[in-house]
């Protein structure tokens, strides 16, 4: 049976609250990387093309920390190159691009200009699906990335500043990409990730979070109300104390409520109807790990967990799914969020009253 996506407009009614749609909407192609299956590509492929993604997601190109490109070599983070290797092995998450404050001024004045006339690369034709502008690597994401974890975590008590400068120059830098998403790609969306979780907790106190993140936050969610669009934010690990600040702020979508992290019935009980949840399966232990059986119950769970008649649900996976998934289990994930989607968007729309757990 050929499956037809969501359009535009049902999907914004989803998540803006105003009504359930056909069916839950289903973006789990975002989350599903084929290449990543080594000889079983085609396979997943395969799974793939049975299914509409209900939006198009389109990515812009991101400066690379060192390296700019052939028709713009300052389209780069830092503005200098590399350090020659020393030979110490450190992981992704130490590596340290801006090892001293004073490189800062340096970094700032030559920050990669978002108006570089490739920053999207690819603008798919408008089919009538919702359109989301993506990047990768929030404010934490790209301060860690250029600072290190270890100092990162470090600079919020020992140079402020210095952080509130990285953070605006970043912050400009989003706010014309969102301009530029709304006006060259037709965006409704734009979505970003920012990991500010561990599997237990926040990375920092809500204190922290609020001088640090909220106001740039606020500011790249106001840019995106103002131009008509919402904003969709994936960060991961157990984030339920920062909930209420993103309701405050008008988030519009949040991924992935991580499984195992946090607990879905709570959150959606507690938070269900202030902000869109676009919960995401869980990708650590039940899509690689258990039978098809036990996948496809955990779809109808997370349904009848978060599914409200007024919207605000969508599903997906909570992050990339990983190559040791077996086929069966992806296929049993893919079809019964299509399948059981339906039934749930069907009972909803003819007996609301039903609705969830809520």
Request: proline share 7%; with cysteine.
């Amino acid at each position: 049976m050929k499956i037809t996506p969501l359009t535009r407009a049902e999907v914004q009614t989803v998540v803006e609250g105003r009504g359930c749609a056909p069916r839950v909407p289903v973006l789990l192609h975002q989350w599903t990387y084929p290449d990543a299956f080594g000889d079983r590509a085609a396979q997943v492929q395969a799974i793939l093309d049975q299914y509409p993604q209900d939006a198009q997601v389109i990515a812009y190109r991101p400066p690379d920390i060192y390296t700019g490109l052939p028709d713009d070599p300052e389209y780069r983070w830092v503005n200098y190159d590399k350090p020659v290797d020393t030979g110490v092995e450190r992981g992704l998450d130490e590596q340290a691009a801006i090892g001293d404050w004073s490189q800062l001024d340096g970094v700032i004045a030559h920050f990669p200009n978002p108006d570089y006339p490739g920053l999207f690369p690819s603008n798919p034709a408008d089919d009538g699906r919702y359109r989301i502008a993506h990047w990768w690597y929030g404010h934490f994401e790209r301060h860690w990335s250029l600072r290190g974890m270890t100092n990162a975590l470090m600079d919020y008590y020992t140079d402020p500043d210095a952080v509130h400068r990285l953070y605006r120059a970043y912050t400009d830098f989003c706010l014309r990409l969102i301009e530029r998403a709304k006006h060259e790609l037709k965006a409704d969306a734009i979505y970003w990730t920012d990991d500010l979780g561990t599997q237990t907790g926040t990375f920092f106190s809500p204190e922290i979070f609020n001088i640090f993140f909220r106001p740039y936050y606020v500011e790249i969610i106001d840019k995106a109300h103002s131009l008509g669009m919402h904003a969709w934010l994936h960060t991961c690990g157990n984030v339920e104390r920062f909930l209420p600040g993103f309701i405050e702020m008008r988030l519009d979508v949040i991924h992935p409520i991580q499984k195992y992290a946090m607990d879905e019935i709570k959150i959606a009980r507690e938070f269900g109807g202030k902000l869109s949840f676009w919960a995401g399966f869980d990708v650590q232990r039940i899509i690689p790990y258990g039978t098809p059986e036990e996948v496809r119950r955990e779809v109808r769970h997370l349904m009848d967990t978060y599914a409200r008649a007024d919207g605000r649900f969508l599903l997906t996976a909570g992050n990339g799914i990983t190559p040791d998934t077996p086929i069966a289990s992806l296929a049993a994930l893919y079809d019964e969020a299509y399948s059981y989607g339906a039934i749930v968007g069907k009972r909803l729309t003819h007996h609301p009253g039903q609705s969830t757990r809520q």
